[in-house]
């Protein structure tokens, strides 16, 4: 990956100033306050990037990272910018000791490094998928089951996967309990506009709400899609899933439960921005960092992270 080599990557005072521009297009503004026009503290007394509100306002210090998912970090700001740039720039993904690795931090730091910027990568709220002429492939998946690498225990459950993906558009996955009419049923009405084509598989947990959609269209998956021509297939859900699983399996040996929604939501986020250069996909993850904190208790290293 050549885009390593970007001195923002290297270099404290570049990371700094690139983090700025992207967090602060319109120049720096008081996270305490939301005030503009701070006062920039200069000089070996203070740390690189610090800002003081103004003297009308809440006179609090400040600086680019504070209130977002980098605050209160000892891993120096290049470094962050560089992993969010890795999780962005690789299509299935990366496993917490490779990014250790290229990032020369502890195992223990690449987790929770990761798990930010997977946060960051999280989607507000947006509207439903879908719309009139748009049609709308659900299908579910399960991702687990058969770790490599664990010699001893049960292997893990599989954990039932529902993607909604818009043809030409976005896609949005959820972990979803069990897969029945009952639980993907909310998902998909809060999820897909009524006015959308929706295409699914034969499966009866569909059969149903499908009728509350402008159409609802089914593949047969074993006579195979080409069958029914070009309109009636799953393939995007399933080139979708095809990622995610070679992704999942590939790099992530032990993805719990509690944590599959985090997972899903970085797939996503790369699936949606994969119109975009991955510097560019690396800038809108940075953006994400505002206004949202993590804190995780790490049962197995006993550390809150
Ligand atoms: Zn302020």
């Known amino acids: 990956m050549s885009g390593l080599q970007n001195p923002i990557f290297h270099d404290e005072s570049k990371a700094r100033k690139w983090l700025e521009a992207q967090i602060w297009p319109d120049g720096p503004v008081c ?3 939301g005030s503009y026009e701070p006062t920039a503290l200069k000089g070996k007394a203070h740390r690189p990037g610090l800002y003081q509100c103004n003297e009308k306002e809440c006179r609090q210090q400040f600086t680019v990272t504070v209130g977002t998912l980098f605050e209160r970090s000892k ?3 290049g470094k962050w910018l560089m992993a969010t740039y890795l999780l962005s720039a690789s299509k299935k993904g990366m496993s917490t000791r490779q990014l250790s690795r290229m990032l020369g931090v502890s195992v223990k730091s690449s987790w929770f490094m990761m798990h930010r910027i997977r946060e960051a990568m999280r989607e507000g709220k947006a509207g439903p998928l879908g719309g009139q002429n748009k049609v709308v492939e659900a299908d579910e998946t399960y991702i687990g089951g058969k770790a490599k690498n664990r010699a001893f225990g049960p292997p893990p459950k599989n954990e039932a996967v529902v993607a909604l993906v818009e043809r030409d558009g976005s896609v949005r996955s ?4 069990s897969v029945n009419a009952k639980t993907l049923r909310p998902i998909l009405v809060a999820q897909i506009d009524r006015a959308s084509f929706l295409m699914t598989d034969e499966s009866a947990v569909y059969t149903k709400t499908g009728r509350e959609f402008k159409g609802h269209g089914t593949v047969n998956h074993s006579i195979k899609k080409y069958v029914r021509g070009n309109f009636y297939h799953s393939n995007t859900v399933e080139n979708y899933f095809s ?10 040996q032990w993805v719990s439960a509690k944590h599959l929604k985090r997972y899903l939501g970085e797939f996503d986020f790369r699936y949606n921005t994969r119109d975009v250069t991955d510097f560019e996909r690396t800038a809108i993850a940075a953006k994400g960092i505002q206004g949202k ?5 790490r049962p197995d290293i006993g550390a809150n992270v």
């Open 31 to 33: 996270p305490h306050c």
């Open 75 to 77: 891993i120096p700001l």
């Open 174 to 177: 959820f972990h979803v309990e």
């Open 243 to 252: 990622i995610l699983k070679r992704g999942i399996n590939g790099n992530y």
């Open 293 to 297: 904190r993590l804190t995780y208790r």
